[in-house]
């Protein structure tokens, strides 16, 4: 048996971090990712797909990544099912992530290019892919 999904896209908004009762960190977020496809108007559709990332992981994107950010998601897909407060049975589907990276230079509040966890810019090799 094989589950994995490996996703790029934009977050659509900031992660939200929360901790459980027993203080393990675990930062919610979605990813905005085109489909490769036009649809019959010519335009591209993107799926909306709610990722979740425990322990450290989840440290780190709860503080690094923010809305707008591009990031790449490698993880499992998880269905899980719950009862809401109508009563109703719902299931949610979501990519538990087993990693995350930041394809993207955070932003200033200008729009320029921040430094990178205190790397100046000019001591970064001229190879990077971003």
């Given at each position: 048996?094989?589950?994995?999904?490996?996703?790029?896209g934009r977050?659509?908004?900031?992660?939200?971090?929360?901790?459980?009762?027993?203080g393990v960190p675990v930062a919610s977020f979605t990813l905005a990712v085109d489909r490769p496809f036009s649809n019959q108007q010519g335009q591209r559709e993107t799926d909306f797909i709610d990722c979740i990332a425990w322990r450290k992981l989840g440290e780190t994107v709860g503080n690094h990544l923010t809305k707008g950010r591009l990031a790449a998601v490698e993880g499992r897909l998880q269905i899980r099912s719950y009862e809401a407060q109508d009563g109703t049975k719902r299931r949610v589907a979501e990519?538990?992530?087993?990693?995350?990276?930041?394809?993207?230079?955070p932003r200033d509040a200008q729009g320029g290019a921040m430094e990178s966890f205190g790397a100046d810019e000019t001591e970064l090799p001229d190879d990077l892919p971003f």
């Open positions: 048996m094989l589950n994995r999904v490996v996703l790029i977050l659509t908004r900031d992660p939200e971090m929360r901790y459980t009762p027993q990519v538990v992530c087993d990693s995350v990276r930041f394809l993207d230079r």
